[in-house]
């Protein structure tokens, strides 16, 4: 009775776990969908706008400043980011292949990346988080730590908004128009130059909002940070289907999931191989739905 | 107010190294029906796309109420009241009819009578009030052909651009939207419109362009046009194919 008790508390709280990291993910992942569903472009640097967000956060609090003034420093430097990206480097390249574009953002990841090692530090810098971020509340049988409640709340919320903007306002179904055809966007009298722009700082502002929780989770950051996040993001919106918001969020969660029940289930001697785990379902998920779980067969192009 | 409404001149497009249109005039005035005839690859939907801003003039001008557009973006063009419902509809797949409808309501210039402009649509289209809720992807072609003339109108266009809208579609839903397009002619719209259904096009405009391999190969009245039909349908190459 006891073991099937703690079994299912152990089961609770995992759960509680994969939706805190799935829901960052989703926001990664939402960002990346967004520009690629505007735009056509995987944006490598995606995961630069969290390091940066990330490095925010570190330069305030060295400046002594409290977490309540770096949590919107972090997602306006996303988003600022983002901005300062399309202009100077995605604008000009307007019209560019597939290819071009993605070897673009690349190159820029590794130059913001080599940025951030020049002018601070190559080294892993810490960022500390006020004590409240460490505690738990019981809940019953369960334990729950406030920061897995926190990322999760912030996340659903962040996503609600963002989901009203797109439905509501003119400017977000603006947005959703150039999703499916760019040019007919035009047709209506909207600027491609202000969609595209809106779709960057959205992107920006999400990947700022992720980096809160990514830094509370690590404790620091560092100049290549972003890269791990990026990939899950990437495998996330391949999972849910490129292009797809929705798909994105839902790849995230799904994603999540995957990586927790691993890490509950495996046993420690394959723990290393988690990853390649994870990837392989991943690629078994794909062979079933290629166009990922939320695109339909009758619209895969 | 002048007569003249649109006024193309010399126009040329090229794509890359193809020359799709070269040195194409028409002028359309106010109140009239205009079509553009001519066999697949003649340049038609070029011609309109050009004017709506679309793809680049390479040369030449156009002129819509008197003053340069060529040189305008889309965007810019369909709100001085210009709007192009484009071939193959292009209605948003995804998203509802009546968001579908709110995205043509951008580029009108008169905000306050976007509620009341709405329901003229709506009256117009009553198909499209009943599935105002559902994606637009879903509806039938016709019903999607009337979506992307409606969000066109959604901005009160003086010059209304159509590209073949009747092609797909049932006879019957070809008869309607013939019926409405001389509708919107009667409430004040000009119309120039591009068909591969040359019969019907030359009964209701009132003058036509035929245009081949990127010129303009004859011109005038519809009538006139008409008079020698048969001998159109050879030489616009559709009576063998159609
Ligand atoms: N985006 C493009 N890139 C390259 N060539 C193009 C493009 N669009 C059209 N063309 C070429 O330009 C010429 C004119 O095409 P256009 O679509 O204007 O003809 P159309 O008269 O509208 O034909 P249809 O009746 O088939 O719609 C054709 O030779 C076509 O192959
Ligand atoms: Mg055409």
Request: net charge neutral; charged share 15%; hydrophobic share 55%.
């Amino acid at each position: 009775m006891m073991v099937f008790a703690a079994a299912g508390q152990e089961a609770v709280q995992q759960a509680i776990n994969a939706l805190a990291l799935g829901s960052t993910y989703a926001l990664l992942a939402l960002g990346l969908a967004m520009v690629f569903s505007v735009l056509g472009l995987v944006n490598f640097a995606h995961g630069e706008l969290v390091a940066v967000s990330g490095y925010a956060m570190y330069l305030l609090h060295d400046a002594g400043l409290p977490f309540a003034v770096q949590v919107p420093a972090a997602i306006a430097t996303g988003a600022i980011a983002a901005l300062v990206m399309q202009r100077v480097v995605f604008r000009p390249l307007r019209g560019a292949s597939f290819i071009t574009l993605l070897i673009s953002s690349f190159a820029l990841s590794v130059l913001v990346q080599n940025g951030l090692r020049a002018i601070i530090s190559p080294r892993q810098q810490g960022v500390p988080l006020p004590d409240f971020f460490n505690e738990s509340v019981h809940l019953g049988p369960y334990v729950i730590g406030w920061l897995e409640i926190v990322t999760l709340a912030s996340c659903v919320i962040a996503l609600i908004v963002l989901t009203l903007f797109l439905r509501r306002s003119t400017q977000g179904l603006g947005m959703l128009a150039a999703a499916e055809d760019f040019q007919a966007t035009r047709l209506m009298g909207i600027s491609p130059n202000r969609v595209i722009a809106a779709a960057f700082a959205i992107s920006g502002a999400l990947a700022g909002l992720a980096a809160i929780f990514l830094v509370a989770r690590r404790g620091t950051v560092d100049p290549g940070m972003g890269f791990m996040p990026l990939l899950s993001a990437f495998i996330a919106v391949v999972i849910g289907g490129l292009g797809s918001l929705s798909g994105a969020v839902v790849g995230g969660f799904v994603l999540a999931a995957i990586e927790v029940t691993l890490d509950a289930t495996l046993p420690g001697s394959v723990q290393p191989f988690r990853e390649a785990f994870a990837l392989g379902i991943v690629v078994v998920i794909l062979y079933f739905r290629p166009e990922g779980l939320l695109t339909r067969v009758s619209e895969a192009k | 107010m002048s007569q003249r409404l649109l006024e193309i001149d010399d126009l040329v497009v090229r794509y890359g190294p193809i020359v799709a249109v070269r040195e194409v005039s028409v002028n359309v005035d106010r109140g009239e029906i205009v079509a553009l005839l001519g066999a697949n690859g003649a340049g038609k939907s070029t011609i309109l796309n050009a004017v709506a801003g679309l793809v680049p003039a390479a040369a030449g001008r156009l002129v819509f109420e008197g003053e340069e557009i060529q040189r305008l973006p889309a965007e810019k063009i369909v709100r001085r009241g210009l709007a192009l419902v484009p071939e193959g509809r292009r209605v948003f797949p995804k998203l509802s009819v009546i968001d579908n409808l709110r995205l043509g309501g951008v580029a009108q210039r008169d905000r306050s009578s976007l509620d009341a402009v709405r329901q003229q649509v709506l009256d117009l289209f009553p198909v499209l009030r009943e599935r105002s809720g559902q994606a637009a992807g879903t509806l039938s072609g016709g019903q999607q052909q009337m979506l992307a003339i409606g969000r066109a109108l959604m901005s009160s266009p003086s010059l209304l651009l159509l590209d073949e809208p009747s092609l797909g579609l049932a006879p019957i839903i070809v008869d309607e939207i013939f019926q409405l397009i001389v509708g919107l002619r009667e409430q004040g719209t000009t119309i120039v419109l591009v068909e591969q259904n040359v019969h019907r096009a030359l009964e209701i405009s009132d003058r036509a362009y035929v245009i081949a391999n990127g010129v303009v190969d004859r011109e005038g009245p519809s009538a006139q046009l008409r008079a020698s039909a048969e001998i159109e349908r050879a030489y616009l190459g559709i009576g063998v194919s159609a």
